[in-house]
């Protein structure tokens, strides 16, 4: 079956650690995403890639860094630096291009929670 | 910008009653509208999307939505609620133009659902 998976779950980081958050796609999508969620906040992007080895900031890009090496994988290191990194984080995918509009497909989340 | 505002944070219906949440955009364009639903700890699911054609849309569930563009509205509908269709419902937006297949979010409805 087609699908995002996103690894781990759960995830514990200790203060001052450097974390990286795991999303694979299978749908053959140009377009990725990560989105950062609180509550109350909805859904807020951090970063995005639309073509292989090239990828823009979102809105709450301070803190994070990504790669996107192969069209497949999509990881979100959190850093040192992301003063409040405990939330749930969202990797989505979509077909891209300026001609389609489609929707964007989730991954199951995983859960940041810094000690 | 463009945004998406949904009227309510918290919404509760009692099963078997009408469910409506409400969504506006703000759009320069004729936009893509959709509406996710998120259980407890997962990702989100497509419920339905208009990109063009008939404005009243069907989606999984029983859920409908129109869109309204003398209203900037997109709001959900659903004749009568389950025990099930307790979760957050998202609302959200691609305003076409140069955004490809960015989505902005709205914040969220948390709809309970009372035997």
């Known amino acids: 079956d087609g699908g995002i998976t996103q690894s781990p779950k759960y995830l514990f980081r200790k203060e001052g650690q450097n974390v990286t958050l795991s999303c694979e796609q299978n749908?053959?999508?140009?377009?990725m995403y990560w989105y950062r969620q609180d509550p109350g906040q909805g859904l807020r992007l951090i970063y995005y890639?639309?073509?292989?080895?090239?990828?823009q900031k979102g809105d709450i890009a301070e803190g994070y860094s990504v790669s996107r090496e192969k069209k497949e994988s999509f990881p979100l290191t959190v850093t040192s630096a992301q003063k409040n990194p405990t939330a749930f984080y969202l990797c989505a995918s979509t077909t891209a291009g300026t001609r389609v509009i489609d929707e964007q497909f989730f991954g199951p989340g995983t859960r940041l929670t810094v000690l | 910008a463009q945004s998406v505002t949904q009227l309510g944070s918290h919404v509760s219906v009692s099963e078997g009653a009408l469910v409506l949440l409400r969504c506006n955009y703000s759009s320069s364009v004729p936009p893509y509208l959709f509406w996710y639903v998120q259980y407890p700890n997962q990702g989100l699911q497509l419920l339905l999307k208009?990109?063009?054609?008939?404005?009243l849309v069907k989606g999984i569930n029983g859920f409908e939505a129109e869109f309204k563009k003398s209203e900037t509205s997109f709001h959900l509908t659903k004749p009568s609620a389950h025990m099930s269709d307790a979760a957050e419902y998202f609302c959200?937006?691609?305003?076409?133009?140069?955004?490809?297949?960015?989505?902005?979010f709205g914040k969220g409805t948390k709809l309970s659902v009372k035997p």
């Open positions: 749908l053959n999508h140009d377009a």
């Open positions: 890639s639309q073509i292989v080895n090239d990828f």
């Open positions: 208009y990109t063009t054609g008939a404005t």
């Open positions: 959200a937006v691609n305003p076409g133009g140069g955004s490809q297949g960015n989505l902005i």
